[in-house]
Every structure is written in C-alpha cells, then in structure tokens.
C-alpha cells in the first residue's frame, strides 16, 4: 500500500522531471539489491535482479515519460509515423543490451496489438471490391507503360512501401459499424455519411503524386497512388457552401487538424474523399475508412487521414496542427526533381551510363527536365509519358560516362514556365529547395 502510494506520488512528479522518477527507481534499486543481498544465504550476486531490474526500470521510465511528453507538442516538423506496423529485423539485431531485450518485447507486444487492429479494421471493412469506376479513370495495374522508363522507382508506389507521416502514436481504432463522416459549418445543409453512404456514391479513380512538406531535397517522403474516391466537389455543391467560406477544415478521428482553401475543391481538380488506395481499400496506416486528398497541394495542409469531420470555416476561425508550429498556412507543391539511378554509393562502369529519376510540379505538370554533369552545360533528359499534370514524371538521361568522379545535379522546369530555384533551403516553413545532386565514381 505504501509502496504503490510513494510509486503514485512519484510519478506523478516524473511527468515533469523524469529524473527524479529515475532516482526513485534507482533508490528502490539500491534498497531491494542491499537488502537481499543482504540475507545471510545470499551472496552479492542476489543483487543483480534488483539492480538489473532498477536499470530498466529507469531507462524505460525515461523513454514512456519521453514518449508522453513528445506528445504534448515537442514534435515540429511533420515526421515519420511512429504507430509500429509488422515487425523490423534491424531492430533486433541492433538489441543488444538487457534494455533493449525489455525494448524489444515492449516493442513486439505493441505491434501484435497494432497488426491485431489492423486486421480487426480489414475484417470488419465490406469484403467487395471497391465500386468499379465509370471510366475517367487510369487503373492502377494499367497505366500507360511509357509512364515507366527505368524500373528502380516504380510509378506507381505499391501501398506496402509508400511514406508514413503522421502525429499519431498508435493508428486509431475504427468501428467501421458506428464510423460516419460529417460535412458542416458554413454550408447551407449539413451532410452525414456512412461508410456504406460513400460506397454508394458516384466514385472516380485518379493517379495523384501526394508528399510531404517535410521532405529534403532528394528525399523519400513522395508517393503515386491511384485513389478512388468522391470527388469533394460534388458533396460541398450538395451542402451548398457559403460564398464567405474560405477554408476547408479537416479533422480526423485522433484529433488532428488542416485546412486548405476552398477554391481547391472547387477549381475543378480533382480533390477528393479517397476510400481505395491502388485497387485495395485504403490501408488504415494511409488513413482508413476515409482521408482526403488534394492534387497540388502539401499533406500537412490538406490530406487528412481517418478522415471524420470537413468544417467550411475562415481561416480565422481555425488553424490546422501544423501552423501554429510554424509551418505556412498556404502549401502549394513546390517544383522539384529526384535522382534515383544510379543509386547513391553505387559505382558505374564508364561508357553508358543512365541517370534517371523522378520529376514533380502537382497541378502545374512537368515541362523539361535537365542533367549538368560537373557543372557544365544543362542538357535536356528524355520523359516519360505525361500521365497527368497530378503525377510525377519519371526521366532519363544516357550519359557517356569516361572514368572520374563526378557530381550530378537535376532540375525541372514546371508548365508554368517556372524552374524549380537553384537557392538551398530547408523544408520549413513551406517546403525545401535546391537541386539534387549526387557525387559518383565512375570506374
Ligand atoms: N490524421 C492525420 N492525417 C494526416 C497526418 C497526420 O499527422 N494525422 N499527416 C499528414 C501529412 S504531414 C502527410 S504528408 C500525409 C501523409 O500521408 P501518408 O502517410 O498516407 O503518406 O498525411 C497527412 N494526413
Ligand atoms: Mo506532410
């Protein structure tokens, strides 16, 4: 009694300062070693359980506290989800203190339950194939095949290997029974749906590149997927928005918060409510039953998953997750090109060499993509197909490679007329720039 009393006490303080929650445990520790070692059968061995016990304790204390505390808005800059999904080997093998086998068990017991989840949400979820689509469409297995000119970087990203960003810590439980989505605030007819109420609706399919705000030049935060969906605009002309309404205000069934202008969902893109992700219900780590998606336009001011709640509102009225951290209010995607072959640290044989990546401007649409090899000339790559102005642009340049190190760099030139800036900058506050570059040996 006393001792879970002092443990209540003490935690409660260790919110705020860790350390003292590690010194309590530590104490105990101490106490518990001395006194079985203490016992006259015993030897000094007898305290190592205790002490073991305490280190873990202390160390585990400090990463839940960590965690907690993380929570509360320590976090800024939109980072990769930490909700655990299926089981990583590198993990394990890098476990080799006490701690981190009590880490590692922490860690397969939290990722048993979130697999569970995520099989009871699959399970629960209409076993039918999603509603074949009217025709509008570019279906996932059979996009145009000039669409894909080198394979290392498939255009469509598989759902199994597209990014993860998000702020929640666990994915969110789902009763796709009890789950409905509401359309409210400046409208002149609030609008309810079920999950059955959407699957009813006129759906279309589009192949929509969506990324992060927080990716680096160069980075892996990007993804092309085809989303089947209702398309935003036929539901807000349903409930009827007010011409004073100038933001769209997502929030999802966790708490989280954004909003994007109006004028997106109306301007005749093709913003939607997706439900299907490459041919497969939308996983719920990508935001099952239902998350928006925006062409042009940040995910971080637009892509709410687990979508449960769209408020026409004015941007003075409400501020998404990430502004208040400092992140802009206005996103659009900034014009950005990637080297993807050859790989970093990858060693090529003179003579032909390809340099391919991918190219991406939402909305706007790649126009030209250009190679400079040791700062020289820019010269123009070969692109891929133009699947549409919503999806990156694979590209590929043949270069006649002669032994030497050498830097690479790639810049795209959007529709617009507008090349992507040379000036380096980081990803806040509304996205990096600067070209590519990567530094080669060729052989
Ligand atoms: N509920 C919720 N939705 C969210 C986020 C989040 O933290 N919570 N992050 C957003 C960000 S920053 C991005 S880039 C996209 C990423 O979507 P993905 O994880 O399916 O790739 O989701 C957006 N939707
Ligand atoms: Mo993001």
């Known amino acids: 009694m006393f001792i879970s009393g002092l443990a209540l006490a003490v935690g409660a303080i260790a919110r705020r300062r860790r350390v003292v929650g590690v010194i309590a445990i530590a104490i105990f520790g101490i106490i518990g070693g001395s006194i079985t070692a203490g016992r006259p059968s015993q030897s ?32 800024q800059i939109p980072g990769e989800s930490r909700a655990p999904l299926g089981w990583d080997r590198r993990r394990f093998i890098s476990a080799t203190s006490a701690a981190a086998v009590v880490s590692v068990v922490t860690t397969i017991t939290a990722r048993k339950i979130e697999n569970q989840n995520i099989a009871d949400v699959r399970a629960a979820a209409p076993d039918v194939l999603l509603p074949i689509n009217t025709g509008t469409v570019t279906p996932q297995a059979t996009f145009p095949a000039g669409a894909q000119i080198f394979s290392q970087t498939p255009f469509i990203t598989p759902n199994d290997n597209f990014y993860r960003i998000d702020t929640a810590l666990s994915l969110p439980r789902i009763n796709i029974k009890t789950w409905n989505l509401q359309i409210g605030g400046m409208v002149r007819t609030p609008l309810q749906f079920s999950y059955e109420d959407l699957l009813a609706r006129k759906m279309v399919e589009h192949t929509i590149t969506i990324c992060c705000v927080s990716n680096e030049v160069g980075g892996k935060y990007i993804g ?51 439900i299907g992700m490459n041919g497969e219900p939308l996983p719920l780590e990508h935001g099952f039953p239902a998350r928006v998606i925006v062409p042009g336009l940040y995910g971080y001011v637009s892509a709410t998953k687990w979508l449960e709640r769209l408020d026409l509102t004015t941007w003075d009225q409400a501020e998404g997750y990430w502004v208040p951290r400092g992140w802009s209010r206005d996103a659009p995607i900034k014009t950005q090109s990637r080297i993807d072959v050859p790989r970093r640290g990858e060693d090529v044989i003179a003579s032909k060499v390809i340099i391919a990546g991918v190219a991406w401007a939402q909305h706007r649409g790649i126009e030209k993509v250009e190679v400079r090899i040791e700062q020289g000339p820019w010269r123009k790559a070969t692109l891929a197909l133009d699947v549409s102005d919503d999806t990156w642009r694979q590209w590929k340049y043949e270069w006649d490679a002669t032994p030497g190190d050498y830097t690479i760099q790639v810049r795209a030139t959007d529709k617009s007329g507008e090349t992507q800036t ?16 990567r530094s080669l040996t060729v052989l």
């Open 44 to 75: 000094a061995f007898a305290a190592i359980p205790s002490i073991l016990g305490a280190t873990i304790g202390c160390w585990l204390l400090w990463k839940l506290i960590g965690i907690i505390t993380k929570n509360d808005g320590a976090t």
């Open 224 to 274: 092309n997927g085809t989303w089947q969906g209702v398309l935003l605009a036929d539901l807000l002309n349903e409930a009827g928005v007010d011409p004073r309404a100038e933001q769209i205000f997502g929030t999802s069934v966790d708490g989280w918060t954004c909003g994007f202008p109006v004028s997106a969902a109306l301007d005749g893109r093709d913003a939607m409510i997706a």
């Open 422 to 437: 040379q000036e380096v900058s980081p990803p806040d506050p509304d996205g990096a720039t600067g070209y590519h570059t």
